[in-house]
Structures are given as structure tokens and as C-alpha cells.
């Protein structure tokens, strides 16, 4: 889209770049984002920079979508959706240049960061920690009802390692 261009929307509109349609009257094939996912909603599918749905075909059910992650999803034909490709594509692709970015996002995204690992800390910190030799100095499977504070590592595991060789009988 362009500073200026004209959008339309409606059903009859011509299938161009900017303009909004309902599913239905989409052709098969077309790229397009900001698609509701109930007719009305004002648009929450293929939103973020550089993603696009492609319209796969009109089938009985609604209109066949590929999601941005490859998943086909079946909606309603009255759903709308903007023609085209959201802008910003590329922009996951530059590297975090210093941890501050990379905190701030982390941060937004609800996650802990940096994940620190359990035997590069002190004893003190962290029931692996401690030591100058880089291993956990005990079993690293704790079971599933062990108290909180000692509860790292591979909780309740099965197993760990290898799996044995079983013999066929």
C-alpha cells in the first residue's frame, strides 16, 4: 500500500492490493492478512510484520486458509480480510546486537531471560551449583513430591540417558 492509494471494501470490489473482502469472494490463491475469524470481529489472523494467509479453495464448509504457520483452517465466507501482505518482512532476521533489546522483548513476551544454568551458579543459588568441576555432583532426577527447593533438574523422570536395549521374546 501506498500514501494516497484508494481502499475499497465490499464484496464486489476488484481483488488489488489494500482492499477488503469477504473470504468468499476471494479468489484461490490470493495472499492476504488481518483475517477475522468471525464475521465481524474486526480482523485477529496474519497480523504481525511480513505474514500472509493464502486462500487454498471454497469448499462446503467455508473458505480452505494456509495459516502463516501451515496449518489449513476452514472459515466462515463472510469473514473479511485485507488483500495482500503485511510490510516488515525480515525484520526477526537482524540479530539482537545488545542484551538490553533482547530483555525488553523477552520482558514483553512474559519470559525469563537470561536462563542461567544451574551448575554455573554457587551452591547457594541453585542445589547443582557449587564446585569447580562443571557437573550437577549429584542425581540430577528428582521425584515428583520432592519440596520446592530442591526440585530441579529432570523432575519425576522416567528415565534419562539412553534407552536400554530390550530383548524381543
Keep these: 500500500m501506498f500514501v494516497g492509494q484508494k481502499i475499497e471494501i465490499g464484496s464486489e470490489v476488484p481483488a488489488e492490493t489494500g482492499n477488503i473482502k469477504s473470504l468468499g469472494k476471494i479468489p484461490e490463491g490470493t495472499m492476504i492478512c488481518n483475517i477475522e475469524l468471525r464475521p465481524g470481529d474486526g480482523g485477529t489472523l496474519a497480523r504481525s510484520s511480513g505474514t500472509f494467509a493464502m486462500v487454498v479453495s471454497h469448499t462446503a464448509a467455508g473458505t480452505e486458509l494456509r495459516m502463516p504457520s501451515g496449518r ?4 466462515n465466507d463472510k469473514c473479511r480480510a485485507v488483500i495482500g501482505v503485511v510490510a516488515g518482512a525480515g525484520r526477526t532476521e537482524k540479530p539482537f ?3 538490553g533489546p533482547k530483555w525488553y522483548l523477552q520482558k514483553s513476551r512474559g519470559r525469563k531471560w537470561p536462563v542461567v544454568k ?3 551458579m554457587i551452591s547457594a543459588s541453585h542445589p547443582h551449583g557449587g ?9 540430577t532426577t528428582v521425584g515428583r ?3 520446592p527447593g530442591r ?4 523432575i519425576a523422570a522416567r528415565q534419562t540417558g539412553r534407552a536400554k536395549r530390550r530383548s524381543a521374546r
Design 145 to 147: 513430591w520432592t519440596s
Design 72 to 75: 489449513t483452517l476452514h472459515l
Design 97 to 99: 546486537l545488545k542484551a
Design 131 to 139: 564446585g569447580r568441576h562443571k557437573h550437577a555432583g549429584k542425581p
Design 151 to 154: 526440585k530441579v533438574g529432570n
Design 118 to 120: 544451574g551448575q554455573a
